[in-house]
């Protein structure tokens, strides 16, 4: 730790702070920084002169100017303010023109609170305030939002409705978890994870309104540091002991716990997840949910454990959590939500890049090279490939509350069934890092409280409370379940509700309730008998029951068969991914790199609603019949309605690919040789090699 510059010397502080909110409240906005002279006057030689002052008007009383720092700090307050004004007018964006300006007038017109500052874009134009930001920001982000203030009076000729408020976000530097050391502590920090539980809003007291028992005199006392400094003598009556506090009319603001937990890809080997505790406050309440992964920027701070609640005995133990500055959810190598709501961006930018997504959408072989640009390291399986790439694009959500006929789910289910060796592991892997909200998990290791729900109880409030599983945690995103086959049949029974009605129902330690888990599942399996047998159905090679197969939109069967010319071309395809130059070849290939498929994809969920239109519908009739018809003779069943409503989402998927506002005969056409292609392998009789779908209903 860097020694203190104060000429004083230093003085414990008589209780350590509580963990006062970063914003909410009076801790910084409103307080009076205590700052102290580094030079004395020649005229005095009194050192009490050298005491509390003004935030905004240092001390110097007649001799020479005196240089001053607020206590315990290196920030001065007008050299401060002044640096961050020239930031703020003179930095340039891509185009050339003043940044934050623009940001300012889009927070005036939206009618924001907040202005996001990018800290690379501060450590570029001045190194040494950006380390004075990261060392003590509890007191620059303060001088921060008043220089915002003054720069928006001058800029538009009034004072903000609300205070504006300063919300720092990408550090140079990322701390993980297990590196917070006890030097990090009130300083800028900036961790990844994912959120695995968010608390109700919990009211925090930021004013306390106190009445005289005597008088019926009133006073409103501000929070200080977390306590309530209580009146002890009426001013009117000089009563003593006689001011009570009203709850109803002190002033509360929002408040809420979030526990933050170590991403898989982030913990060592032979660990364990860490989690960090993280409070919001006010407009962050709600930002995140359960599910996210986000990359949380705030002050890590310290407070103390009491021995008893009641008592304020408290340990030598302190306890660490985040006081939340900004959220930032999502990274340009995965998919955003269609809710994901980013920082307030530059809408010229943001035109810049639909714009170049809208031309790569007018290519005519986009379909083909948004396969190629799907998991480039694999080789071959063009057919799944299109199946997994039509599951992230997804089919549009449907609500009839109009014609009371319920809703109908966009998400596709697709499951792959083969021989060991055949990559099945790497798609998998490879979509749950691209999605949103993926996770990966396995059979065997998952039980059925892990995928949908569990009750424990709160550490904190010592109450039960409800935890998410793996299936709602991934509300909105990809489930990945490797090993499906080795599932025991009570964990798979869940997936039934999952599946077809997208809700997860729990009833248990007087918890009653219904959880949203509109998720798409992607699922692998192997043979009982690890190589496929062509001789018996697929019911009897992976002995799923045929309930939750039909669940499936398609099934594809991954078959390792010899062949001298595919063996050659898959061994020099392993060997090219060895080579140094292997990403930069790929690149000069033509194929979509994974932050653009990324960009693509989600612009595409977000933007493109298509429908359909007379032409695809009578169709989409045709090919059901038609798949029907094959049956008819025979006494099997060759398709069922749930194969319509598959041809259905798979034709509105590829109609997203294209950024189509229709649905149209081309993307029915694809759908069905999709099911079709799905269908020969999964649900083809191998004694007669006709289809016959009630093998898997």
């Known amino acids: 730790p860097v020694p203190s510059v104060s000429p004083l010397p230093f003085v414990p502080p008589q209780a350590p702070p509580r963990g006062t909110p970063a914003r909410s409240g009076g801790d910084l906005g409103g307080r009076r920084l205590r700052e102290v002279d580094l030079v004395q006057s020649s005229g005095s030689d009194d050192p009490s002169r050298t005491g509390s002052t003004d935030a905004i008007h240092p001390t110097s009383d007649g001799g020479a100017l005196h240089r001053t720092m607020i206590w315990g700090t290196t920030v001065n307050v007008q050299d401060t303010m002044a640096k961050f004004t020239r930031f703020f007018s003179n930095f340039l964006n891509e185009q050339g023109q003043p940044k934050y300006p623009r940001l300012l007038t889009l927070t005036h017109e939206s009618g924001e609170s907040h202005l996001d500052l990018d800290c690379n874009d501060l450590l570029e134009a001045d190194r040494s305030l950006y380390h004075q930001l990261v060392r003590y920001p509890q007191e620059v982000i303060t001088i921060f939002d008043m220089a915002i203030a003054d720069r928006y009076e001058s800029m538009f000729h009034e004072a903000p409705t609300v205070p504006l408020q300063v919300r720092t976000y990408n550090l140079a530097q990322v701390t993980s978890m297990r590196q917070l050391n006890p030097e990090d502590i009130d300083q800028l920090v900036a961790i990844r994870g994912m959120v695995i539980r968010t608390s109700p809003i919990i009211p925090d007291p930021k004013e306390g309104f106190f009445q005289c028992a005597m008088c019926k005199f009133t006073a409103v006392v501000p929070i200080d540091n977390g306590r309530i400094i209580e009146p002890t003598t009426c001013t009117r009556c000089t009563a003593t002991r006689s001011m009570t506090l ?6 509360f603001a929002d408040k809420q716990m979030i526990k933050l937990q170590e991403t898989p890809e982030n913990v060592p080997d032979g660990q364990t997840p860490q989690t960090v505790l993280a409070y919001a406050f ?9 599910g996210d992964r986000v990359e949380l920027t705030g002050i890590y701070r310290a407070t103390t454990l009491r021995l008893v609640a009641r008592q304020r005995t408290v340990k030598s133990v302190f306890k660490t959590h985040i006081d939340v500055i900004h959220f930032r959810k999502t990274s340009s190598s995965r998919l955003k939500r269609d809710e994901d709501a980013d920082q307030i961006l530059d809408p010229t930018v943001e035109a810049a890049k639909a714009e170049k997504l809208k031309e790569l959408s007018q290519f005519p072989d986009i379909y083909d090279r948004l396969v190629r640009a799907l998991a480039p390291n694999i080789f071959e399986f063009d ?15 449907k609500q009839f509350s109009d014609t009371a006929s319920g809703r109908c789910r966009g998400e596709i289910h697709v499951l792959l069934c083969g021989d060991p060796g055949t990559s099945k592991s790497q798609l998998l892997q490879y979509a749950v890092n691209l999605a949103s909200r993926g996770i990966y998990t396995s059979g065997r290791g998952s039980s059925s409280v892990g995928l949908t729900a569990y009750v424990t109880k709160d550490p904190e409030t010592k109450q039960i409370v409800l935890e998410s599983g793996a299936l709602v945690l991934c509300d909105g995103g990809v489930c990945c379940i490797d090993e499906f086959d080795k599932m025991s049949d009570s964990t798979r029974s869940v997936l039934h509700e999952v599946m077809e009605q997208q809700t997860v129902s729990v009833a248990k330690a007087g918890i009653i309730c219904s959880l949203n888990a509109r998720t798409s599942i992607l699922a692998a399996a192997n043979p009982q008998e690890s190589k496929w047998n062509p001789q018996i159905s697929i019911v009897d090679n992976i002995q799923l029951p045929p309930a939750l197969l039909s669940r499936f939109d398609l099934i594809y069967l991954i078959l390792d ?17 060895y080579y140094p130059d292997a990403a930069g070849s790929a690149a000069r290939d033509g194929v979509i790199d994974r932050e653009t498929l990324a960009a693509y994809i989600s612009y595409a969920r977000k933007n493109i609603h298509p429908v359909l239109t007379d032409e695809a519908s009578h169709d989409l009739i045709a090919a059901y019949v038609e798949m029907r018809k094959l049956g008819t003779g025979r006494g099997t069943v060759t398709a069922t309605p749930r194969q319509l409503e598959s041809l259905i989402r798979l034709a509105e998927a590829h109609a997203r690919m294209r950024f189509a506002k229709n649905v149209e005969a081309s993307d029915v056409t694809e759908a069905v040789s999709l099911v079709r292609a799905a269908l020969q392998q999964a649900a083809t009789d191998p004694r007669t090699g006709l289809v016959d779908l009630d093998l898997i209903t």
């Open 246 to 251: 009203v709850h109803n009319r002190c002033r």
């Open 561 to 577: 068969s010899p062949d001298r010319n595919k063996d050659r071309r898959l061994a020099r395809h392993m060997v090219s991914l």
């Open 383 to 397: 057919d799944v490939k299109r199946g997994v790439l039509c599951q992230l694009f997804g089919g549009v959500h």
């Open 282 to 290: 006010d407009e962050l309440v709600d930002n995140v949910q359960p």
